[in-house]
């Protein structure tokens, strides 16, 4: 079983730049994908972006490409989002997920994420 926790949501201005953690419990988060996705209110939740075990390996959402960052540090089990010249529609709940499949790569898909974590509340302002 895997926990993961989200933070550092907020309200910002259009333009700013906002960093998400997602703190993952578990010994063996080298071993999973990760990937974060986003949900605005009235919509269906959306593929941000993942990255790979290793981290070398990263993809995005074409909406947020050149703007948003992946990184992982598998010795303090936590995934970031870095996220630059924010715009409104970025406001969502960005929610972070974690694929254990031992064969897993990189996936956009919702299904391909065992377990998801609370989300954190992501308000940009215009």
């Known amino acids: 079983q895997v926990q993961l926790v989200e933070s550092g949501g907020g309200l910002v201005q259009a333009g700013d730049s906002l960093r998400l953690s997602c703190a993952a419990s578990?010994?063996?988060?080298?071993?999973?994908?990760m990937g974060w996705f986003r949900q605005a209110p009235g919509k269906e939740r959306e593929f941000t972006g993942a990255?790979?075990?290793?981290?070398?390996?990263?993809y995005y959402a074409d909406s947020v490409k050149d703007r948003f960052t992946i990184s992982r540090d598998n010795a303090k089990n936590t995934v970031y989002l870095q996220m630059n010249s924010l715009k409104p529609e970025d406001s969502a709940i960005y929610y972070c997920a974690a694929d254990d499949r031992a064969w897993s790569t990189i996936s956009s898909s919702i299904s391909s994420y065992d377990y998801w974590g609370q989300g954190t509340q992501v308000t940009v302002s215009s």
């Open positions: 578990g010994r063996t988060f080298r071993s999973y994908v």
């Open positions: 990255i790979s075990k290793s981290g070398y390996s990263t």
